[in-house]
């Protein structure tokens, strides 16, 4: 069975750090994009950040210079590092994938369960 297992989340103040990761679990041939998406209560879901198997990254302008996305394609694993953090940067934090190839086919569109990261002001 895959999975996505993020770890990290937790409660800082404003301008301080943290980090999550993601790690794909299962028999994983081959992983496509990796991303990060939010969701803050009341808003919609968005993109955060993604990086391609080859470490091509984009960001959202809204955390451009203060969020850096990074994978270990051995370890399965995608991490965002997020410093400065703001209060606006509340929200639960999902680990996306659009494509992976698995030892039963090909699964598309793996969400992880979600981690929760508060910053206070």
């Known amino acids: 069975q895959v999975q996505l297992v993020e770890s990290g989340g937790g409660l800082v103040q404003a301008g301080e750090s943290l980090s999550l990761s993601c790690k794909a679990s299962g028999i994983i041939f081959t992983i496509g994009v990796m991303s990060w998406y939010r969701q803050a209560p009341g808003k919609q879901r968005e993109l955060v950040a993604s990086i391609t198997s080859s470490g091509s990254a984009r960001y959202a302008d809204s955390v451009e210079g203060r969020f850096t996305i990074s994978r270990d394609n051995d370890k399965k694993t995608v991490y965002l590092q997020m410093s400065s953090l703001k209060p606006e940067d509340t929200a639960v934090y999902y680990c996306?994938?659009?494509?992976?190839?698995?030892?039963?086919?090909?699964?598309?569109?793996?969400w992880g369960q979600g981690t929760q990261v508060t910053v206070s002001s």
């Open positions: 996306y994938v659009d494509r992976l190839t698995a030892s039963r086919g090909p699964h598309y569109d793996t």
